[in-house]
């Protein structure tokens, strides 16, 4: 056998380089969609977007006592402007 062969990855028949679709079962190789059908793939990306989640509430958090902050100032400006009027 070749050296340059690639395994079909549904039925493991051995194939050329260069070919991009499997005769025997006709599954696409030249692209591994298979990534998407393994379920602890699956698994680790929506665990990485529940930690995601995590970070997001994180800088919700920071940005609620920023805005506070730039509420007061802004709430303090208008009682200045309004002592100095009467």
Do not use: H, R
Not at 5 to 28: I, Q, S, V
């Amino acid at each position: 056998m070749s050296v340059d062969y690639k395994l079909c990855p549904k039925c493991n028949n051995a194939l050329d380089k260069k070919e991009t679709k499997c005769p025997y079962c006709g599954e696409a190789v030249g692209v591994n969609f298979s990534i998407w059908n393994n379920s602890t793939t699956i698994n680790k990306l929506t665990s990485n977007n529940s930690s995601n989640k995590k970070t997001s509430g994180c800088v919700i958090f920071f940005i609620f006592f920023i805005a506070i902050q730039i509420i007061g100032a802004v709430l303090s400006f208008i009682s200045w402007i309004l002592s100095s009027l009467f």
